[in-house]
């Protein structure tokens, strides 16, 4: 007989007894008997987790009298290892495995060979599937494929019996491996604790058993054939679309999508009758195990590939589609992802979101900014978080220790807990900052502006007292949407915020789409196959083509404005030029609504920001035309240092606070000297308390920061005497061998400035 035959067989009998009317625990005495017999083993026994430790629910060869007797800590015994690995052992001789135990209840010396597999629910072993025999043999791969599937029907009976209570299933956490700390980049700084969630969440697995063979084998040529349409337009997707190493994992889920094994392999499974689900999971645990044998770090990369891949499949065939967003969070979350783009984060409820980690991620990636806005922690670059931290695991997040700790013990969540307690003390402490202005001991007043994009995000003015929106990021609208937002919407929403700001300035920047930005509703004629997104046709350059899109939002701009003083700033401006056609833009469409007799601004106030380093050369000419001039420092260093920053290979490597930054930067604002322009940063860069004081220190009076760094900011402002840091900078930037970043902070501490 074939193998898929043996095996459909005792899928066959098993289907009977399982629709039966027969009461669980009958159930399991039948399963014992049609798995030894089928197998011809002289034992054949359940195990299943009850109040922690695994008891011996059913067997057949065992004394009788040991059912509900017999019970083993997870890792206890062959059994115990079994669960606490969540993996297969195949044994010629039990008693030479190192973690045998012998248990003179069953009645078991007489046997030699062992084999078990897990019986899995919830990514949890919450039970053992075990087979013995007499004669010391190790199982065909065959017979523990038949108890891999026979395991994987008893996970569902004890999903419908409820078998297994699911306290004892989360606790399991816990247990099985333990607590685990892991080390990432502090992309957002923060804490926050819940359970974690995949953004791709593991599909769950309803029915094992076939109905309809030919079905099945459908269902399965079909989502094969999507996944690999998926996965030859990855490319373009946020999860792919930025970062460094996409394109090897790119080709890694190419070779596996095409891989003719592995269709054949889940073919064979539902040959066997399983539904195209089980079939999958089937053939992946298998891998699993094959995997595990060979102990290379290289492979276990792969894995993880092949995993999501199997994960997409799954997905696919079972329709469950969406991501963790769309279920919607149950409770507070830690969001894992290998990475994500902004709009996918901005679907997330924010009350919920505690935390995020991702596998890759970098420092000014839209998608932190975003975070940074939603005042969500974030650590990035978290190697091994996926092997690590199992759906629904309790996770500890330090973004700004860069640690996370998954699966706590008492002691370790305790601590945690004081942590953070201090930390809201600290957050508390900087919003009685409320009303304090920003002003240096010497008495000069700085402005300290706030970033936002979103409705939500005014809030944050009044909470924090910044001196306005120094730069409002109108494309968040553009991309949280599904489909161009139409002029209306877009007025409405900057008439919203101007209304929120009450007296204070609003600074609307057009919108900066392109790049790691990408919306896939325009422009994917160009944009998605740009090879260097970050340097292609994005921000005003596309703006400016697409003339029609500008046209809208400078109408926008203009009649939410009425009556008011209008803030535009235009982004990525390489050439004066660039300025001059896009405020041409906003002149015709003024004059528009003149002739229409339409409320217009009362002033409208223009300025550009300077993230092209090439501007830098040409601010005598642009100066004059500006009401006022904003230093994008994440575009700016990148652009500076040739390195992009969404790739989180480079993520550490070039130091805000290096002399090429500082040196470009002082040059800036000496230029601007005089000329009667108001000067500032809106990057990330003047949200950070040792960067904010280089930059004070090099003549900037005003900073548009992230809102949570509003309070430190002034915290940071209020102690600095501006005469004795810019002597200090002056001396520091005169002598080569200073290292800044130590020679600051060292200047700071002499002061008694703090840093975190
Ligand atoms: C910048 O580049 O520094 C900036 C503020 O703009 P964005 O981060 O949106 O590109
Ligand atoms: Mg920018």
């Not at 193998?3 to 899928?11: E, G, H, K, P």
């Not at 919920?352 to 990636?365: D, F």
Request: one cysteine or more; glycine letters at 8%.
């Amino acid at each position: 007989m074939s193998a898929a035959a043996s095996a459909r067989q005792i899928l066959t009998r098993l289907h009977e007894v399982m629709a039966s009317r027969m009461h669980a625990q009958g159930k399991l005495d039948r399963v014992v008997q049609i798995v030894g017999e089928s197998l011809t083993s002289e034992v054949c026994s359940i195990y299943l987790l009850r109040e922690g430790m695994l008891e011996l629910f059913a067997t057949r060869g065992l004394n009788q009298s040991a059912v509900h007797v017999t019970r083993m800590a997870i890792g206890e015994g062959l059994t115990g290892t079994i669960a606490d690995n969540v993996e297969t052992l195949n044994l010629a001789e039990a008693k030479a495995h190192p973690d045998f135990q012998y248990r003179p209840e069953t009645g078991e010396d007489k046997f030699h060979s062992f084999a078990g597999v897990p019986i899995v629910y919830r990514e949890r072993a919450v039970g053992v599937l075990c087979v013995q025999h007499v004669d010391p043999r190790r199982y065909e791969d065959v017979e523990i494929e038949a108890l891999q599937t026979t395991a994987m029907v008893l996970s569902e009976l004890i999903a419908n019996a409820e078998l297994v209570d699911e306290e004892d299933v989360l606790s399991l956490g816990g247990r099985e491996t333990g607590p685990q700390t892991l080390t990432g980049l502090t992309l957002v700084k923060g804490l926050g604790t819940g359970q974690a969630v995949y953004h791709q969440p593991r599909v769950q697995i309803t029915q094992v058993m076939a109905e309809d063979i030919e079905a099945e084998r459908q269902r399965v040529y079909r989502a094969f054939d999507k996944m690999r349409e998926q996965i030859d337009h990855l490319a373009g997707q946020a999860e792919f679309g930025v970062g460094g190493e996409h394109e090897e994992v790119l080709e890694t889920y190419k070779m596996f999508a095409y891989d003719e094994g592995w269709s054949r392999r889940i073919n064979e499974a539902i040959d066997s009758g399983l539904t195209a689900e089980a079939a999958i999971e089937r053939v992946q645990q298998h891998t699993r195990m094959r995997m595990r044998e060979i102990d290379d770090a290289l492979l276990a990369d792969r894995m993880h590939d092949l995993e999501d891949l199997a994960n997409r499949l799954l997905r696919i065939v079972s329709g469950q589609l969406g991501t963790a967003a769309s279920q919607g969070l149950r409770r507070d979350t830690i969001l894992i992802a290998r990475n994500l783009g902004p709009a996918e984060l901005l679907e997330y409820d924010r009350r919920r979101l505690k935390g995020v980690i991702l596998e890759e991620g970098s420092l000014t990636a839209h998608v932190v900014i975003v975070a940074r806005a939603m005042g969500v922690p974030v650590l990035g670059r978290t190697q091994g978080v996926r092997g690590a931290v199992r759906e629904g695991d309790e996770v500890l997040l330090d973004a700004t220790a860069g640690q996370v700790t998954v699966r706590p013990s008492t002691s370790v969540s305790e601590a945690f807990a004081a942590r953070f307690a201090k930390s809201r003390e600290k957050q508390a402490a900087y919003a009685e900052l409320r009303d304090v202005e920003p002003t240096t001991k010497c008495g000069t007043r700085i402005e300290v502006m706030m970033n936002a994009g979103l409705r939500d995000d005014m809030s944050a003015l009044a909470m924090t007292g910044a001196d306005g929106v120094g730069l409002f990021r109108t494309e968040f609208q553009f991309l949280v949407s599904a489909t161009l937002p139409q002029r209306e919407r877009q007025m409405k929403l900057y008439r919203d915020v101007i209304d929120a700001a009450g007296d204070k300035p609003v600074i609307f920047r057009t919108v900066d789409i392109g790049g790691d930005k990408a919306v896939p509703y325009l422009a994917s004629d160009v944009a998605n196959n740009d090879e260097n997104p970050a340097m292609g046709w994005r921000a005003l350059r596309l703006a400016l083509e697409r003339e029609g899109l500008m046209k809208a939002q400078a109408r926008a701009l203009l009649e939410a404005g009425a009556g008011r003083s209008l803030y535009v700033m235009f982004p990525m401006v390489s050439e004066v030029w660039e300025f001059d056609a896009a405020k041409a833009v906003f002149d015709e469409q003024l004059q528009f609504l003149r002739s229409k007799k339409k409320q217009v601004p009362d002033a409208i106030h223009y300025g550009a920001m300077l993230e092209v380093p090439a501007l830098a050369e040409m601010l005598d000419l642009l100066l004059p035309k500006l009401s006022f001039l904003s230093v994008g420092t994440n575009d700016l260093t990148q652009f500076l240092f040739a390195a992009d920053r969404a790739n989180p290979m480079l993520a550490e490597r070039y130091d805000w606070l290096s002399r090429p930054i500082i040196r470009f930067l002082r040059r800036v604002t000496r230029d601007t000297e005089g000329s009667g322009i108001s000067l500032g940063v809106c990057g990330e860069m003047g949200g950070r308390r040792l960067e904010a004081l280089a930059l004070l220190g090099i003549g900037f009076r005003r900073l548009s920061i992230t809102p949570a760094a509003v309070g430190p900011i002034k915290e940071l402002i209020c102690q600095v005497d501006l005469a004795e840091l810019e002597s200090a900078m002056e001396k520091f930037l005169a002598d080569p061998g200073v290292h800044l970043r130590s020679a600051l902070s060292d200047w700071a501490a002499q002061q008694g400035i703090e840093f975190d």
